[in-house]
């Protein structure tokens, strides 16, 4: 009997997650109309800009969805060790953004390489653990080669200075070893040195301390460092229940920085209340949980991480995004997926997604009409017959 079987992708992640980027061409046109008009002298031009990186997101994610993610584990060392190059390139020749040097520009385009190298590592992490197996628990066989890219990679990244990305490339490298079993005396005395680098890091820039300090004392107003904050919670609080409305956003009016990128979160609280933002957050539950489920149902280890993984940066991100905004975190510069204004997160972002979906494909979630080829009987013609397999 021939049997061909090619399973259905998970709908609902899928949906999800372009429900969300389609969203954010309303959201971000309507957080940067009024700076764009002051800068550029019309209104439409950051959104102009963010649908081509729309439109180039969704590309990433059908080109994720359509490559059998197994094939990327025998290239996942040469992509962490072409991330490393280009995180070195950028300290030395990136261009500057808030005295960070963290993007490569090529001309009129621009690439943040942190990016590249925060989905490269995890995918190297993910090969690694699944090729290892208990000798994970083995420090020199298993735990410290995985050390020494994670070390490399958040190094390089912290050193740009960029400790939001550094912090965060950090926990879900931590994630990672958790799930993979590693002995809990590794993960203490990693967990222990991290802190240790990260306080260390804290304390030579100026600028994270500016922000620790101003999120304990809860200091604000023009020009202080928590005035960021305080104009994005204005904005929940004048979204009330409903919101003001699509386009109606005050704050977006020269009153909240990075109204399009960081903070955005805060403009949809401002234009579409509470039961927005629950929308928006429902639909990162939603990831969530179907991305969980993707990982319980995969056929091998490596699709297991990999579909962990992914999930747990996209909701970690969010989460994160979310809290700052609403104050309940320390203000990072750490963008909302799939919502935030910016090229090189949603485009890895979208590509990680396809991976995830193509996971979903490759297991008995959603099965599909499959074609079974089996003999009529002796001697005779054999028989097509569609039949559903589960």
């Given amino acids: 009997m021939t049997r061909t079987q090619r399973n259905h992708i998970d709908l609902a992640t899928l949906v999800a997650v372009l429900t969300l980027m389609v969203l954010s061409l309303g959201v971000v046109y309507s957080a940067s109309a009024t700076w764009a008009t002051e800068k550029f002298g019309e209104s439409n031009r950051l959104l102009n800009l963010h649908a081509l990186k729309v439109l180039l997101g969704m590309v990433a994610l059908f080109v994720g969805m359509t490559i059998d993610y197994k094939k990327y584990k025998k290239f996942t060392k040469p992509m962490v060790i072409l991330s490393i190059m280009f995180l070195f390139v950028t ?22 390489p942190s990016e590249f190298a925060k989905f490269a590592l995890l995918f190297h992490l993910c090969a690694l653990i699944s090729t290892k197996g208990e000798a994970i628990r083995k420090f020199r066989r298993g735990f410290l080669p995985m050390m020494i890219w994670i070390g490399s990679v958040s190094g390089l990244v912290l050193l740009q200075p960029n400790f939001s990305t550094g912090a965060m490339i950090m926990l879900i490298s931590l994630v990672m070893l958790f799930i993979s079993r590693a002995r809990f005396t590794h993960l203490f005395g990693t967990i222990s040195v991290a802190l240790l680098v990260l306080a260390a890091v804290a304390l030579t820039r100026p600028h994270v301390m500016q922000r620790i300090d101003s999120y304990i004392d809860g200091t604000a107003g023009g020009g202080r460092p928590n005035y960021q904050l305080s104009q994005g919670i204005i904005g929940f609080g004048n979204g009330g229940l409903l919101g003001v409305g699509p386009g109606e956003s005050k704050q977006r009016d020269f009153f909240l920085p990075e109204s399009y990128g960081d903070f955005v979160f805060s403009i949809v609280g401002e234009e579409y209340g509470f039961i927005g933002t629950m929308f928006f957050l429902g639909m990162f539950l939603v990831i969530m949980l179907r ?98 397999v589960y």
Avoid at 100 to 106: D, K, V, Y
Avoid at 336 to 363: K, R
């Fill in 291 to 388: 991305g969980l489920k993707i990982a319980k149902s995969a056929r091998d280890e490596f699709g297991r991480l990999l579909a962990i993984g992914i999930t747990s940066t996209i909701i970690l991100y969010a989460v994160v995004n979310a809290g700052v905004a609403l104050g309940i975190l320390p203000t990072t510069g750490l963008p909302m997926p799939f919502v935030s204004y910016g090229g090189s997160s949603l485009l890895f972002t979208s590509f990680a997604v396809g991976v995830l979906l193509n996971i979903s494909a490759q297991t008995d979630m959603h099965p599909r009409a499959a074609k079974v080829t089996e003999p009529a009987g002796p001697g005779a013609l054999t028989e097509d017959k569609t039949v559903k």
């Fill in 91 to 112: 300290l030395l020749l990136g261009g500057e953004v808030k005295g960070a040097a963290r993007w490569l520009r090529f001309g009129g385009l621009s690439l943040q």
